[in-house]
């Protein structure tokens, strides 16, 4: 009898790297390849009701998932698309073609998680209790399971945590696709339609004359940035130098897009480095772009440790006990662009038009949220949940959270966005730039 498998698709779109996927061919003789547009990610978010995710991350999502599609079609496969709960989805599609087992990405984030289970109790229900879920780790440069500690006892700071993987743990190579083609899907399985903009409930946006930005969504587009980074352009060998620039596609690596989908995997990114390091230039910059990438493994491994802590207003330093507002009149100011600081308002006009903003801009904005107006750090976090086409909820909620002083570190770092503009925008070209206007300084009472 044939065993039929099931990957299901989440924020892994992509061949390289994909352990589930991998596996999938290599053990089933059928394979269904399926992702699942879940209403859940376009309904309103938690707290203070902003659209999920707006237009841009969709697109991205979109322009994504056609291209996993293709690749899929080239491989002699195809993307089986359905709209609704995977909960409800999978065990219909269990139940219609005889899957015994499920191929997908861990997710650690309790949305996803109560999926997971839901999911779960869905398969268990049914009586044959025949279909086996494996979850795969595929997010980060290193797996749990091969940290120098549990994680329960990661530490606290960054900076411990990143000495000891960095002296104890070893970073694996990506896992080559095995096989030339995909396992058939079984006969009589059609997709559904990708969902229009309408659809999804999420506003059109026009195109907007000012995005400088190159961003398709996919992992071809991935791959090709990547080349294009580190090989065609020779950006790598300056990155430390460019990477708090804020105009243009080349002052950073713009990998984030791809990363957060799952388009890109960090453990392609790290072989590329080495590749560098050995042919061209081994130096702090080549260091630096993968120092960022154990950031961004921390904030996930951290969010994993803390669960839900990571999401309440005190996040994690629950004694601080700090009195959030939640002014919409002020809220709206910021979010529009509207403050009177340029730097802080060019950076807001850049997200709005384009769905990115600089790593520079992003701390400056949520200082200024947090710190300035007071705002709960919260109505920023979900406000970038909605725009940011590089929307990671482990590296958003553990970003802002620290920037409030309520993260990982309990600091308080407070940015003067009048002395950040004269230090990375010194002739005052993003400010122009985004606001049309050579920069008169509006000084307000907050900076007197
Ligand atoms: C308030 C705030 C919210 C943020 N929200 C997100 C988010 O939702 N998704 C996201 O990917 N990043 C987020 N970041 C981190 C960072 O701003 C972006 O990763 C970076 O700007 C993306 O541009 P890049 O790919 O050119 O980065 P590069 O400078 O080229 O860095 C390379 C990669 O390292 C990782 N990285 C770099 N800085 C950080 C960081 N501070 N934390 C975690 N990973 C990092 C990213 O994956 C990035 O693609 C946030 C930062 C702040 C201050």
Same mark, same amino acid.
Not at 158 to 164: H, K
Not at 208 to 215: A, G, I, L
Not at 278 to 288: H, P
Not at 310 to 317: E, I, P, T, V, Y
């Given at each position: 009898?044939?065993?039929?498998?099931?990957?299901?698709?989440?924020?892994?779109?992509?061949?390289?790297?994909?352990?589930?996927?991998?596996?999938?061919?290599?053990?089933?003789?059928?394979?269904?390849?399926?992702?699942?547009?879940?209403?859940?990610?376009?309904?309103?978010? /938690?707290?203070?009701? #902003? *659209?999920?995710?707006?237009?841009?991350? %969709?697109?991205? $999502?979109?322009? !994504? =998932? +056609?291209?996993?599609?293709?690749?899929?079609?080239?491989?002699?496969?195809?993307?089986?698309?359905?709209?609704?709960?995977?909960?409800?989805?999978?065990?219909?599609?269990?139940?219609?073609?005889?899957?015994?087992?499920?191929?997908?990405?861990?997710?650690?984030?309790?949305?996803?998680?109560?999926?997971?289970?839901?999911?779960?109790?869905?398969?268990?229900?049914?009586?044959?209790?025949?279909? /086996?879920?494996?979850? #795969? *780790?595929?997010?980060?440069?290193?797996? %749990?399971?091969? $940290?120098?500690? !549990? =994680? +329960?006892?990661?530490?606290?700071?960054?900076?411990?945590?990143?000495?000891?993987?960095?002296?104890?743990?070893?970073?694996?190579?990506?896992?080559?696709?095995?096989?030339?083609?995909?396992?058939?899907?079984?006969?009589?399985?059609?997709?559904?339609?990708?969902?229009?903009?309408?659809?999804?409930?999420?506003?059109?946006?026009?195109?907007?004359?000012?995005?400088?930005?190159?961003?398709?969504?996919?992992?071809?587009?991935?791959?090709?940035?990547?080349?294009?980074?580190?090989?065609?352009?020779?950006?790598?060998?300056?990155?430390?130098?460019?990477?708090?620039?804020?105009?243009?596609?080349?002052?950073?690596?713009?990998?984030?897009?791809?990363?957060?989908?799952?388009?890109?995997?960090?453990?392609?990114?790290?072989?590329?480095?080495?590749?560098?390091?050995?042919?061209?230039?081994?130096?702090?910059?080549?260091?630096?772009?993968?120092?960022?990438?154990?950031?961004?493994?921390?904030?996930?491994?951290?969010?994993?440790?803390?669960?839900?802590?990571?999401?309440?207003?005190?996040?994690?330093?629950?004694?601080?006990?700090?009195?959030?507002?939640?002014?919409?009149?002020?809220?709206?100011?910021?979010?529009?662009?509207?403050?009177?600081?340029?730097?802080?308002?060019?950076?807001?006009?850049?997200?709005?038009?384009?769905?990115?903003?600089?790593?520079?801009?992003?701390?400056?904005?949520?200082?200024?949220?947090?710190?300035?107006?007071?705002?709960?750090?919260?109505?920023?976090?979900?406000?970038?949940?909605?725009?940011?086409?590089?929307?990671?909820?482990?590296?958003?909620?553990?970003?802002?959270?620290?920037?409030?002083?309520?993260?990982?570190?309990?600091?308080?770092?407070?940015?003067?966005?009048?002395?950040?503009?004269?230090?990375?925008?010194?002739?005052?070209?993003?400010?122009?730039?985004?606001?049309?206007?050579?920069?008169?300084?509006?000084?307000?009472?907050?900076?007197?």
């Amino acid at each position: 009898m044939n065993k039929v498998g099931l990957i299901w698709f989440r924020n892994d779109l992509r061949i390289h790297d994909n352990a589930a996927l991998s596996q999938a061919n290599q053990e089933c003789d059928l394979l269904i390849p399926l992702y699942c547009f879940d209403p859940r990610h376009y309904a309103k978010t /938690h707290l203070f009701g #902003f *659209e999920k995710t707006g237009f841009f991350r %969709a697109q991205f $999502l979109i322009e !994504s =998932i +056609q291209d996993l599609n293709q690749s899929l079609q080239s491989l002699d496969s195809a993307l089986i698309l359905r709209n609704g709960n995977p909960e409800n989805i999978i065990p219909a599609l269990v139940k219609e073609f005889g899957v015994s087992q499920i191929y997908c990405h861990k997710e650690i984030t309790h949305e996803e998680i109560n999926v997971e289970n839901a999911l779960l109790k869905a398969l268990n229900n049914d009586s044959k209790k025949n279909c /086996h879920v494996q979850f #795969f *780790e595929g997010h980060t440069l290193y797996q %749990a399971s091969e $940290l120098p500690f !549990s =994680i +329960q006892q990661i530490p606290q700071v960054f900076t411990q945590y990143r000495n000891a993987v960095e002296k104890h743990s070893k970073i694996n190579a990506p896992i080559p696709f095995a096989g030339s083609n995909l396992k058939d899907l079984p006969q009589g399985l059609a997709s559904e339609k990708i969902p229009s903009f309408q659809d999804l409930n999420i506003e059109e946006k026009q195109v907007d004359v000012r995005n400088q930005m190159n961003f398709a969504g996919g992992e071809t587009a991935g791959l090709k940035r990547l080349k294009e980074y580190i090989w065609d352009k020779d950006l790598l060998k300056t990155y430390k130098q460019t990477r708090n620039g804020l105009l243009g596609m080349d002052y950073s690596s713009k990998f984030s897009p791809w990363l957060a989908n799952g388009c890109l995997s960090p453990k392609m990114i790290y072989q590329e480095v080495q590749k560098y390091e050995r042919e061209r230039i081994k130096n702090d910059s080549t260091y630096w772009l993968i120092f960022e990438l154990l950031w961004r493994d921390f904030f996930r491994f951290t969010a994993q440790k803390q669960g839900n802590q990571l999401f309440r207003s005190n996040g994690l330093q629950p004694q601080k006990k700090i009195k959030w507002k939640t002014d919409h009149d002020l809220f709206l100011s910021w979010s529009n662009g509207e403050t009177g600081i340029p730097f802080i308002d060019a950076n807001m006009k850049e997200l709005n038009a384009t769905g990115f903003m600089s790593n520079r801009g992003r701390q400056n904005v949520a200082s200024y949220l947090t710190k300035h107006l007071g705002l709960d750090w919260r109505m920023g976090a979900e406000y970038f949940e909605s725009l940011l086409i590089d929307y990671d909820v482990c590296s958003n909620y553990g970003n802002w959270a620290y920037i409030a002083g309520v993260g990982n570190d309990p600091i308080d770092r407070i940015f003067n966005p009048h002395k950040q503009a004269d230090q990375y925008d010194s002739k005052g070209k993003y400010v122009e730039y985004w606001l049309g206007e050579s920069i008169v300084e509006k000084q307000t009472s907050l900076f007197d």
